[in-house]
């Protein structure tokens, strides 16, 4: 593998690096310049880089929502490798790459919940922020105190919570351009955390196909349906496309079965997409985030 060292930065920016093994799905062809950045500097430094020679980027939690292009990313990927916490009372300063999973059973292994349902979601925290994750009727925006975050141009700002909206499965950030680098959350005092994060533990192992690559749940719910639950309606389980399968356990889960392109998950979904619409008039949305080749 070819390396080229930034100017400003000990860091190393790497040149065509295979995107698979940074997603969950384990698909992707390569990135032209790949950088895990594990501190402030090094992020300033990558982002004036991008920014320097006008280079389309991507910030990349641990890529547990992530679809790369089958002929990878024709711009810079920026791995965050930032984390870590620190904690005062109920209140946890978490910086962005910090595992959500392992920060949720953390915190209720100490006794505080908020997070109970997030064992089991393989992402970073920034991710979770970017998508405001949930499960079982929780959400990480219930908990956000503020934001940390750097502009595209290296501008730091805290974003308090009443300057942010959060929506299900969405936040501001979506139209923002710039690096989540660390929240603020308030967690309360729960003896009980611990024991219903393994009951949710327990019951994501018997309803998801946890054994195999995917992005989890592929479509977001509307306000009238569970998506999963339309998709096993419409007998889409088990339908498959070249490696990529609707899952036989959950009807919104995209497995692949080993050799899976990018496009068989995309052809999939535009076949679960049409069959939904054409038999209930619903129109499924995206959650997973396809990243493209080139800047669109
Ligand atoms: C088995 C499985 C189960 C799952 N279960 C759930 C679930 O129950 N609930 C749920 O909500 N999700 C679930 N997910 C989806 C996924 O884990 C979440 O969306 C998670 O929050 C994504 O985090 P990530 O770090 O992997 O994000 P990535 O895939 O790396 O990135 C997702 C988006 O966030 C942006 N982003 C990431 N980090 C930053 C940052 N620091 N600054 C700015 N932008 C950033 C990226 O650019 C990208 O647009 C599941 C996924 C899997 C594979």
């Not at 065509?16 to 062809?29: E, M, Q, R």
Request: net charge positive; glycine share 10%.
């Amino acid at each position: 593998m070819n390396t080229q060292t930034s100017k400003e930065c000990s860091f190393t920016w790497q040149t065509n690096v295979c995107l698979a093994p940074y997603s969950t799905f384990k698909i992707g062809g390569e990135a032209k310049l790949f950088a895990k950045v594990s501190s402030k500097k090094e992020l300033l430094s990558a982002l004036s880089y991008c920014h320097e020679n006008d280079l389309y980027y991507y910030i990349l939690g641990k890529g547990s929502n992530t679809l790369f292009d089958d002929r990878g990313f024709d711009g810079a990927v920026i791995l965050n490798g930032l984390a870590g916490f620190e904690q005062k009372g109920g209140a946890f300063e978490v910086l962005s790459g910090t595992s959500f999973s392992l920060f949720a059973m953390q915190s209720a292994k100490i006794g505080y919940g908020g997070l109970e349902y997030a064992a089991g979601i393989p992402g970073s925290i920034g991710g979770a922020i970017f998508m405001n994750a949930g499960a079982s009727g929780q959400e990480i925006a219930s908990l956000v105190e503020s934001v940390d975050y750097i502009n595209e141009d290296g501008k730091y700002k805290c974003y308090p919570k009443e300057e942010l909206l959060f929506k299900y499965r969405w936040s501001s950030f979506h139209k923002m351009k710039g690096f989540i680098f660390s929240a603020s959350l308030r967690l309360y005092p729960d003896a009980a955390a611990r024991k219903v994060q393994i009951e949710l533990i327990n019951k994501r192992k018997q309803t998801q196909p946890l054994k195999e690559p995917s992005c989890g749940c592929v479509f977001r719910n509307g306000k009238e349906f569970i998506a999963g639950k339309l998709i096993d309606e419409m007998n889409l389980k088990g339908l498959q496309i070249g490696g990529a399968q609707v899952s036989n356990t959950h009807g919104n889960f995209i497995i692949n079965r080993g050799s899976a392109k990018a496009q068989d998950v995309k052809d999939l979904v535009q076949i679960i997409e049409d069959n939904v619409f054409e038999k209930t008039q619903y129109k499924l949305e995206r959650e997973i985030r396809y990243v493209p080749y080139q800047r669109n």
